[in-house]
């Protein structure tokens, strides 16, 4: 079975990564520890097989049940609930929550002497840019997005699947954009058949292609899908068609 792209999240991270159907429950508890440094044995595991709907399954099975028994759905999302209240990141979590709160006041000296920051406590837990794979595992992901973005050209129909949904379109572009991430990597500038976007073609004020507003929208190549994909019919499932 080929991997699965999907979205982890928890109360302080957020990543997107690749799962294998084969992988045992246990193992997969294991390797989302080291992403939201949640304790295996305090997870709880919420499945959202829709990205538009808080609709959701709670896994339950032994460490040895595999991943397969879910029917994971590409980009999907997997969100990981600490049920140790008195755990490092639950209590980081209600420090968090509780500065938002008008009613909690935190003075100056207090903040600086807190040792369980968010940034801290991703240091201590080697997390996002501080893992020390952090940099091999962002060359491979540019690598592979060279790659299928050479597949890809202007004027190409394709699909955006992802926590917003499915999005359909057409490629205006492809290649790299300085004033997103100095050029650093590869981008799909996409014209979408519906408001969708979050631009009209241009960001910051560099102008890319020409689309009408929220039309227009740059993704990695990794989440672009091209393909024979004709615009959405919204009355494809009337039930006053025959």
């Excluded at 080929?2 to 999240?9: E, G, P």
């Excluded at 609930?81 to 938002?100: C, G, I, K, R, Y």
């Excluded at 962002?138 to 890809?152: F, H, P, Q, Y």
Aim: proline fraction near 5%; charge should be negative; charged fraction near 30%.
């Amino acid at each position: 079975m080929a991997d699965v792209s999907v979205y982890v999240t928890s109360a302080l991270t957020s990543s997107e990564r690749r799962i294998s159907p084969q992988w045992e429950l246990g193992y997969l508890k294991q390797r989302l520890e080291l992403i939201t440094g949640v304790a295996a044995e305090d997870q709880q595991l919420q499945y959202f097989p829709e990205e538009d709907s808080q609709e959701h399954q709670t896994w339950i099975g032994d460490d040895s049940t595999t991943l397969a028994h879910f029917d994971i759905r590409p980009y999907s999302r997997i969100h990981v609930v600490d049920t140790n209240p008195d755990s490092e990141a639950a209590q980081l979590n209600e420090a968090a929550t509780n500065v938002d709160n008008p009613s909690y006041e935190m003075t100056d000296e207090e903040y600086a002497r807190r040792g369980d920051t968010v940034l801290e406590w991703k240091k201590k837990h080697q997390l996002g840019r501080f893992d020390p794979k952090f940099d091999e595992e962002t060359a491979r992901r540019n690598e592979e997005n060279v790659a299928k973005a050479s597949t890809m050209k202007a004027g190409d129909r394709c699909r955006v699947i992802n926590i917003e949904g499915e999005r359909r379109g057409t490629i205006r572009y492809v290649g790299r954009i300085e004033i997103l991430d100095e050029g650093k990597s590869m981008w799909v500038g996409i014209e979408f058949d519906e408001p969708v976007g979050k631009n009209d073609g241009s960001i910051g004020g560099t102008r890319v292609f020409q689309t009408r507003p929220k039309h227009g929208g740059f993704v990695r190549p990794s989440v672009v899908e091209v393909g024979d994909f004709p615009e959405l019919d919204p009355f494809a499932d009337s039930d006053e068609e025959l």
